[in-house]
């Protein structure tokens, strides 16, 4: 696709970013998913009014997680980044087996995560029924965080907010302790997310956040001041793109986090793949304002077929 027309020699060639003390691209780092052999170490940021200290790089329930019948890979997974120290992770009610996969895995370790799932239900019912399943299948007895998940239109909000509507059921839960904080997600319409957070008090907030985002749409712009101002913790998404560019990993997370956000939620095939992009967490640099521009101008050409999440 045109998005990819060797984007790497051009960021290779023209962005001089101090990531690996020469040029963005690291060939060594892209084969072998390493480059130094010393202790991993991912720094923690806080999320929000929450006040929870969580790791820059989190575990997402995407990826091997969101399968079934691969237990023995999604428990190696999650056991790998308990051991590497990441501390946020996250499911969904519908992401397949992802959150069994959770509740098999967290046996005697729960209470090092902070763990989070979602319900895309918009009715009160639905969403009591799906937290229950939810639960039930991960295997505790509280989530962290539940968010409202995939909110996309006015109907959506007009469903969940009104009479009947899921935003009783998340109240009620956090006001019995089935979950500590609230939450909510979209990556369609950023306006529609800024309107949530006017309308509810969401204690943290889950958006796209990569480098094609200010091209058209863009959430950090429409939502992160809103969010700034009620001290809702901002989590992101899409980070990588779904690898439709061959931009550095490295690059890409490190413009991320160069963002007013907290952590992002990273879905991942394997258990060296977690390991490559705990590493590049560990060694994360926030990028210069010139960085963040130039990286963000060669984008842009392409940023609207590499937005595969926006209608």
């Given amino acids: 696709m045109a998005a990819e027309i060797q984007l790497r020699r051009c960021l290779n060639e023209e962005i001089k970013i101090r990531i690996t003390g020469k040029n963005c691209y690291n060939p060594a780092m892209e084969k072998t998913g390493k480059e130094k052999t010393t202790e991993i170490v991912i720094p923690k940021r806080r999320l929000g009014r929450t006040g929870l200290d969580v790791t820059i790089l989190g575990l997402g329930g995407e990826g091997i997680l969101r399968t ?16 590497l120290g990441i501390n946020y992770m996250e499911s969904a009610r519908a992401y397949d087996g992802s959150e069994a996969y959770y509740g098999n895995s967290l046996k005697g370790r729960r209470s090092d995560v902070v763990l989070a799932s979602k319900s895309h239900a918009r009715d009160r019912a639905g969403a009591m029924a799906h937290l229950e399943e939810t639960l039930r299948n991960m295997r505790t007895d509280y989530l962290d965080i539940w ?62 956040v990569n480098p094609a985002e200010p091209s058209h749409k863009c959430f950090l712009e429409e939502v992160v001041p809103v969010a700034g101002a009620k ?16 931009a550095p990993k490295k690059l890409l997370f490190c413009y991320a986090l160069t963002q007013p956000i907290t952590t992002a939620a990273i879905g991942c095939d394997s258990a060296d793949q977690l390991k490559e992009n705990a590493e590049i967490a560990s060694e994360f640099i926030t990028l210069k304002y010139k960085e963040v521009k130039r990286f963000t101008e060669f984008i842009s050409p392409y940023a609207r077929e590499l937005m595969y999440y926006k209608p």
């Avoid at 979209?186 to 958006?207: K, N, W």
């Avoid at 001290?231 to 061959?246: H, P």
Wanted: proline share 3%.
């Fill in 231 to 246: 001290d809702v913790g901002v989590v992101g998404m899409k980070v990588y793109l779904r690898g439709m560019i061959e």
């Fill in 68 to 83: 079934y019948g691969q237990e023995e890979k999604a428990e190696r997974l999650i056991n790998t980044a308990l051991d």
């Fill in 147 to 208: 968010y409202v998940h995939d909110m996309r239109s006015e109907e959506d909000m007009e469903k969940v907010f009104g009479p009947g509507g899921a935003m009783e059921a998340f109240t009620q839960a956090r006001d019995r302790g089935d979950v500590k904080y609230l939450g909510v997600t979209g990556h369609h319409d950023p306006v529609i997310i800024r309107r949530c957070l006017e309308e509810f008090d969401f204690d943290v907030v889950l958006i796209p």
